[in-house]
Every structure is written in structure tokens, then in C-alpha cells.
């Protein structure tokens, strides 16, 4: 889990969800944050930086005596949060990291082929490795803090972008294409939004710049109507490289 990546989505939300004065509705109302669910320390992370970015006065720990004791003893310097502890519903059980990988698996076949109430039909299209530019956050390429000489700090920081070459370590991946409007301005491709993700399935060529690989993609009808289906344009100059699966 990347907390850093939870904690920039953390600090481009609140301006949006501020209460503003003139909206009395807004200012007396709530806000329900569903946490990760990681008991660990970064899981910790993520919730402490929720609280100082909204403002956070109510925690509560569901059905999870250790998460509610070190909530507690975690805040128990800060006043203006209350920690409460709630027990589970009858029936409710763990969802383990099977459960969680088959879910994630079906939730990207259905992104690409849809439900059985909405079926989706990928197309197929070649495109030059020339063409696009592919990177992958630095934090998936660095090295284990005990693994660097004695004595040495990271030259790449987690949120730093590492260019990744064209080969077969690209197949069976799936690429989320980026509205940045420059591959050089690195804080941009990292803050922009996304137009969708592709599903890398093949290629062929032996050389670099022979290399083409086959993308399939999903298609829908707020996506046609956009134009955004267009391999050649701004949208492919930038792919982030997310996940090894075979579709």
C-alpha cells in the first residue's frame, strides 16, 4: 500500500468538502471517511493524516479491540478527537487477502467486458513503442531501506516517476492512460485524472523501433461520445504502470 498516495488524494479533497459560510446546510452537516482497513502502521499513517486534513473529531473502531487501543493511545494527546468502539453486526466476517485478490481480479474483468446486464466488447489496436511514453512510480523500483549502503539516503523518492522500458515485462499488463498534458511535467502526470486503463496482450517486432504491442481497451458510451477513444492523440503520451494480470 502506498500511503503517500492516500495522502495527496487527502490534500486535493478538502478544499472540495470545506463548508463554506454562506451554506448554513454545510456547516452543520457531517462527513463519514471508510478507512483503508490496514491494521498496521501504515494503515495508522493514513488515518492520522484523514484526521488532520478534515478535521476528524469522531473515530470509531468497529469490531477491532487492538485498532481501538492504539487509536487511543495514539491520540490520547489530542482533545478535540473522541475514540468509540462498536461491535460487529451478527454475521459479519473477515474478508482475507484471497477474498480481496478474487474481487480485485473480477472488478478488472469487469472494467473490461462488463456484467451480464451490460456486456462491454474490447477492441484491439497496435501501437509503436515509439509512440507512447511509459512510466511507473519510483516507489515499485526502490530498493528495501536495509538494502542501501550504511549511511546512505534514497536518491528517488516514492512519488518520483521511473520511465520503463519497452519489452516483455510489459505483457499481461494493465496501463492506466493519463490526461497529462506533458510527459516532462512530472508533478502533472502524477495529479492529473484518468481517461481509463489498457490491457497490454501482445506484441511483435524485434527491434525498438519495430516494436509494437497490442492494446485492448474498454469502451463506453460516455467514452465514444468524448473522443477519447483516439489511440494518437495527448491521451497515450503517458501510461502509469499499475498491475501484472492475465485477462
Not at 478535540?80 to 473480477?106: C, P
Not at 512510466?135 to 521511473?162: K, N, W
Not at 486503463?197 to 516494436?211: A, L, S, V
Request: hydrophobic share 40%; charged share 20%; net charge negative.
Amino acid at each position: 500500500m502506498c500511503h503517500w498516495i492516500w495522502q495527496r488524494d487527502h490534500h486535493f479533497l478538502t478544499p472540495t468538502i470545506q463548508p463554506t459560510p454562506m451554506n448554513s446546510a454545510a456547516r452543520i452537516a457531517g462527513l463519514i471517511i471508510d478507512t483503508t482497513g490496514l491494521i498496521d502502521h501504515v494503515g495508522y499513517e493514513i488515518i492520522q493524516h484523514a484526521i488532520e486534513e478534515f478535521s476528524v473529531n469522531v473515530i470509531i473502531a468497529l469490531g477491532h479491540e487492538r485498532l481501538y487501543s492504539d487509536m487511543v493511545r495514539i491520540l490520547k494527546d489530542n482533545q478535540t478527537v473522541s475514540v468509540i468502539k462498536l461491535a460487529k453486526s451478527g454475521g459479519v466476517v473477515e474478508r482475507d487477502a484471497s477474498f480481496r485478490r478474487q474481487t480485485q481480479m473480477h472488478k478488472i474483468q469487469e472494467y473490461f467486458y462488463g456484467t451480464p446486464k451490460c456486456d462491454l466488447l474490447p477492441y484491439s489496436t497496435f501501437i509503436n513503442f515509439n509512440d507512447v511514453s511509459i512510466f511507473r512510480v519510483g516507489e515499485g523500483s526502490l530498493a528495501p531501506s536495509s538494502a542501501l549502503p550504511l549511511g546512505m539516503d534514497r536518491a528517488v523518492s516514492e512519488t518520483q516517476l521511473c520511465k520503463v522500458d519497452a519489452g516483455d515485462i510489459l505483457l499481461n499488463s494493465v496501463l492506466a492512460v493519463s490526461n497529462a498534458e506533458s510527459a516532462e511535467d512530472e508533478n502533472g502526470l502524477i495529479e492529473a485524472n484518468l481517461a481509463g486503463f489498457i490491457y497490454i496482450r501482445g506484441r511483435r517486432g524485434k527491434t525498438q523501433d519495430e516494436r509494437t504491442v497490442a492494446v485492448a481497451r474498454a469502451v463506453t458510451q460516455a467514452e465514444s461520445s468524448a473522443g477519447i477513444v483516439q489511440m494518437d492523440g495527448g491521451l497515450m503520451d503517458v501510461c502509469s504502470f499499475r498491475f501484472r494480470y492475465g485477462l
